[in-house]
């Protein structure tokens, strides 16, 4: 059990490792969190993201970066509504990142994802 338990946490951390960029642009970029407090955040969704992985009957965490990349925008999303009432009045993006809902903003960037993916001919190699 200790092995498996083992094996997941390096393939969550594996996922977590390749979504971070992602992950960073949405708290950074859409929900305008500064550098510092997106550290933290991200930290704690790692920790999240760990524990998730490792629910009894939980998928493989590679299956689980469409509930990651949620559980970021809905981080930046609390973050942004709670902290930056007087961005928003300012910030077009921001603003639209807030309208529009974390889910929404998920999916988008998974989109950027898999469009950045079949573009690198590396990839196409390993699907």
């Not at 971070?20 to 999240?48: F, G, H, M, S």
């Not at 490792?54 to 590679?62: A, L």
Request: with cysteine.
């Amino acid at each position: 059990m200790y092995s498996t338990f083992t094996g997941k946490n390096k393939e969550a951390a594996s996922v977590f490792g390749q979504i971070l960029p992602l992950i960073e642009r949405a708290l950074v970029t859409n929900y305008r969190l500064p550098p510092r407090e997106a550290n933290e955040v991200e930290q704690r969704l790692y920790d999240w993201f760990q524990r998730f992985c490792r629910r009894p009957g939980s998928r493989r965490p590679e299956s689980l970066r469409s509930e990651l990349l949620l559980m970021a925008c809905r981080a930046g999303h609390v973050y942004s509504v709670s902290r930056l009432e007087d961005l928003l009045a300012q910030d077009d993006r921001l603003k639209r990142s807030l309208t529009l809902g974390p889910e929404v903003i998920a999916i988008e960037i998974e989109k950027c994802l898999d469009r950045s993916k079949s573009r690198d001919p590396a990839t196409k190699d390993e699907s």
